[in-house]
């Protein structure tokens, strides 16, 4: 049996008694690239929180690479990519060492840095496109640069596995063109991705199984729906099997929102 | 002058102490300003006082005494940060009351209390330290160096951003509370020099001065280290000219006019900057929301 990137067997969280994960059962193999989709407040983010160990899981179980995230110590095979670069406290800090930083994972406490180390950090900035700015404080880039500064943080670490919140949400159409390619350089290289987005744009086509969370449950869970396709078609039948009852008709789209 | 001073063994012991402090507080200082918790100091410093109290009223080293209370004070802040809550803020105002109330209380009870010796760890005596303070604030200060050596760059990466911290699988509430003591040996080892309530501006200062400048986090520390020798080593010249000058006093003014000449400075710096690249606007970030 191959192991899995992440297994969650009816994953549920709640804040504060409100539930936000109703149930969850995901499998994410790997070489798969699985894009998590749904309405803002739907618990997609909090489902990729809760994959990493970030979020706590009320009930249930998950496992990345066959481990509790508690007890997993093989951490150099996730790439994370959260949702916005932290500036701390105004404490500038370079491009080139923000990226540097994703090598963390890989470096011992008493060794310095390596050759290889500073190998991976030089090629993440290249294929963002960052290598010219490798100087500059990251508080000085737009906020589109400063996904790619994420995205090449990740990059460095050279992990197994990237885990993507929301890498498209308010970035410049170049910045999502750049990362479409990049992800398709990675895939083609047979890493796995799990990705949070709102809408898909120029990622579509590298997505290979698309996971729509409606109220913090699955409500949907294969090929990526396409709403300009299949879906828009009057009369098509949404295959939701864990929704209790279709929350809208053709015109709303597979986010279930209302257009 | 100076050369006539630097046989004078006093001299020569507050020297010391300011070179050490004045290296230690802002590399310990940049994370923690970092880490958005620059009155972190200033409330390890409040509870310190209680400690120094206590070694008084028991008759053990008040140094050692503070090292203890300090270091528990700086852990009991950071599980209440941890936690996370609104309630949080209160519960540190408490703390840090409850530290300079029961300081203040303790040293009225103790034999060898008086109001002399409360304001020297108040406002600080670099005059009167002692050989045996030389070799508790060497001591410390190699700790806190040390720390900055082995764990900078994991402490980097926790004060940037905890959550990457979680998922690099670093040892992120082991490290929260390594930075945490650290800051409370180093508030310890500034007592003597710049005062318990004056502790945290050298941690502060010389960082917040050292950022109008530059573009990265070493170079950040590295300068804020050399501002902060600079400011204790200015401030205790200063006091030894004229008697009337207060040396802790001396040396945070001494910060502060620094920080408003690397305001001016630092503006220009920027200002060629944004001439450089187009693309220099600052972007609003909305750090504080999470997921």
């Not at chain 1, 008694?17 to 309405?39: F, N, Q, S, W, Y």
């Not at chain 1, 007890?71 to 406290?89: A, C, S």
């Not at chain 2, 020297?15 to 994370?31: K, Q, R, W, Y």
């Amino acid at each position: 049996m191959s192991e899995t990137a992440f297994a969650m067997t009816d994953g549920r969280v709640s804040f504060d008694g409100k539930p936000v994960l109703r149930g969850i059962d995901l499998t994410v193999c790997p070489g798969e690239v699985v894009a998590l989709l749904g309405a803002n407040g739907s618990g997609k983010s909090t489902l990729v929180r809760t994959l990493l160990g970030l979020t706590p899981l009320t009930s249930g179980q998950t496992l990345v690479y066959g481990t509790p995230p508690g007890r997993f110590r093989e951490w150099w095979r996730i790439g994370y990519v959260p949702q916005r670069l932290q500036v701390g406290g105004g404490v500038p800090a370079t491009v080139r060492e923000v990226v540097a930083s994703g090598r963390i994972a890989r470096q011992s406490r008493f060794r310095r840095t390596s050759a290889a180390d500073k190998a991976a950090v030089a090629s993440a900035l290249e294929a963002v496109r960052l290598a010219d700015r490798a100087g500059d404080p990251v508080q000085s880039l737009s906020g589109g640069q400063q996904q790619r500064v994420l995205i090449a943080r990740a990059l460095a670490g050279e992990p197994d596995t990237y885990v993507m919140d929301e890498p498209t949400a308010g970035v410049d159409a170049e910045t999502q063109q750049l990362l479409a390619d990049t992800l398709a350089r990675l895939v083609e290289a047979g890493r796995t991705v799990v990705l949070v987005a709102h809408e898909l744009g120029p990622l579509e086509p590298i997505i290979t199984r698309g996971v729509v969370i409606r109220e913090g449950r699955i409500a949907h869970d294969g090929r990526p729906p396409r709403p300009e396709g299949d879906c828009a078609r009057p009369g098509h039948e949404h295959q939701h099997p864990h929704a209790e009852e279709p929350v809208g008709g053709p015109l709303t789209g597979w986010q279930g929102e209302p257009r | 002058m100076i050369f006539e001073l630097l046989q004078e063994e006093l001299f020569q012991l507050a020297l010391i102490a300011a070179l050490l402090v004045g290296l230690c507080a802002p590399a310990v200082g940049t994370f923690i300003v970092q880490r958005r918790l620059s009155l972190l100091g200033d409330g390890i410093g409040h509870v310190a006082l209680t400690g120094v109290a206590l070694g008084f009223l028991t008759g053990t080293t008040p140094v050692l005494t503070a090292v203890l209370v300090s270091i528990a004070g700086a852990v009991a802040i950071e599980l209440v940060r941890a936690r996370g809550r609104t309630s949080g803020d209160v519960a540190l105002a408490l703390l840090f009351y409850g530290g300079i109330a029961g300081g203040v209380m303790l040293m009225g009870i103790a034999p060898g209390g008086s109001n002399a010796k409360l304001n020297s760890y108040l406002f600080g005596a670099i005059a009167s330290v002692t050989v045996e303070d030389i070799w508790v604030i060497a001591a410390l200060a190699a700790a806190v160096i040390a720390v900055v050596v082995i764990f900078g760059r994991e402490l980097f990466v926790l004060c940037q951003d905890e959550e990457m911290a979680k998922a690099s699988g670093l040892p992120v509430r082991f490290l929260s509370l390594l930075i945490a003591v650290t800051a409370a040996l180093t508030v310890v080892i500034a007592m003597r020099v710049v005062g318990l309530l004056l502790v945290s501006a050298l941690m502060v200062i010389p960082v917040a001065t050292s950022q109008q400048l530059t573009r990265g986090f070493r170079t950040t520390m590295g300068l804020a280290m050399l501002f902060g020798v600079l400011a204790s080593v200015g401030g205790l010249l200063a006091s030894t000219y004229s008697a009337k000058v207060p040396p802790g006093a001396a040396i945070v003014l001494l910060a502060l006019a620094g920080f408003v000449l690397a305001l001016g400075v630092g503006k220009f710096v920027r200002r060629g900057r944004t001439q450089e690249s187009t693309l220099s606007e600052r972007p609003k970030l909305r750090v504080e929301e999470v997921a």
